[in-house]
């Protein structure tokens, strides 16, 4: 088993609507290990990008309570300037979309040179420039000298990213995560981000924070998968168990809505609602359980925690026992990822 990385305990992020305090991560708790990738995974709403700032300590105006320890110490409420020499030098962010991640008005060999500067002052200018050019051959950008110069919106979305990640990886960062670094991208550049972050993270044997809503992704890329709903983790096992052996029924309802080759012939599973904004999330109970209203009741813990149910494989609530969808082709329709 890996080494551990980064360990978050009760972690709880919350933001100020009015005169009160939502917590959009909510008492979460987990473990990135050395060279692996840690999928995070959930509809839209459910707290990953929350939790990912939260692990970067970039959120300015929210609440944060609980532990992210990290070499030996819990950087969860480190001071700003302690912060910052972490940032860009240990842990390294992907952000979704490179455009507004970059600066317009300087090209980009300038900008991957500034993250250098900032953690390396006494590099000399040339030995710099040398750094980004290597830096950009090794994400896989053509001609890196001519490159070096241009400015953001002369480069394509797919090329701009390779940028974002040379910006993430100039001081190799033991930690790097990566908040749906596909979405902005077209379908046959997205692979090639996705394999470049793999080779990346093979290469330098760094941790990787993936935040997805994208289980084809999930199956691509991760080693482990956390998934969340409603600011909770709600079932944490290896890729391999997820996909053939999920347990919660949020998964399982995720899983059976892929259109995919193996449920062309099955119904495909809508799950009904949505994911609730922050002032209205049920704090009481199973929080899903206002999606599954076919499920007795009783069938949820009044408080549901973590069960190991399997070694490394976590689910939460009593009500996985139960469960079953309510349409009998929904239950035999098997995911096939290919
Ligand atoms: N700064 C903020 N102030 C108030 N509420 C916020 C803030 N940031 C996020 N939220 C709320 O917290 C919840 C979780 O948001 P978050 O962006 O983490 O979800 P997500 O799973 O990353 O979704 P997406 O995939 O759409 O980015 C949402 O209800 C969102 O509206």
């Known amino acids: 088993m890996n080494e551990e990385l980064v360990r978050i305990e009760h ?3 919350s933001f100020r609507i009015g005169d009160d305090y939502y917590a959009a991560v909510d008492d979460v708790s987990l473990t990135v290990r050395k060279n692996e990738i840690l999928a995070i995974v959930g509809e839209s709403g459910s707290g990953k990008s929350a939790l990912a700032f939260s692990i970067m300590g970039l959120h300015t105006r929210a609440r944060i309570e609980g532990s992210i320890f990290y070499g030996g110490q819990d950087i969860a409420h480190l001071p700003p300037s302690k912060l910052n020499r972490l940032r860009g030098n240990e842990l390294g962010m992907i952000f979704q ?3 507004s991640a970059l600066n317009p008005l300087m090209v980009v060999g300038s900008q991957i040179d500034e993250v250098i500067l900032l953690h390396h002052p006494k590099r000399s200018a040339k030995e710099r420039k040398r750094s980004v050019i290597d830096l950009l051959e090794k994400v896989g950008i053509p001609r890196p000298e001519h490159t070096y110069g241009l400015f953001p919106h002369e480069l394509s979305g797919g090329m701009r990213q390779r940028i974002v990640i040379a910006i993430a ?3 190799e960062p033991k930690l790097l995560i990566a908040d749906e670094p596909t979405t902005a991208l077209d379908v046959t550049i997205q692979l090639q981000i996705l394999e470049l972050i793999k080779r990346l993270k093979e290469d330098s044997g760094a941790g990787v924070v993936l935040i997805t809503h994208d289980l084809g992704v999930v199956a691509e890329m991760a080693d482990r998968v956390a998934v969340m709903y409603a600011g909770q983790i ?3 096992a290896d890729i391999y168990t997820l996909l053939s052996d999920a347990r919660h029924p949020y998964t399982r309802s995720l899983l059976q809505s892929i259109p995919s080759a193996g449920a062309a012939k099955s119904k495909l599973h809508v799950i009904q609602g949505i994911v609730p904004s922050l002032q209205h999330l049920p704090r009481q109970g199973c929080r899903f359980r206002g999606r599954i209203p076919w499920i007795d009741e009783a069938a949820h813990e009044e408080q549901p925690t973590m ?4 070694p490394g494989h976590f ?3 009593t009500c996985h026992k139960n469960f079953r ?4 082709k929904e ?3 098997r995911l096939a990822i290919t």
């Not at 069960?307 to 399997?310: N, V």
């Open 325 to 328: 969808f309510p349409n009998r």
């Open 97 to 99: 979309d490179p455009l």
């Open 169 to 171: 990886i100039a001081n």
């Open 307 to 310: 069960h190991e149910i399997a």
């Open 11 to 13: 972690l709880t992020t």
């Open 234 to 236: 709600v079932e944490i």
């Open 315 to 317: 689910v939460r609530c």
């Open 331 to 333: 239950e035999g329709a």
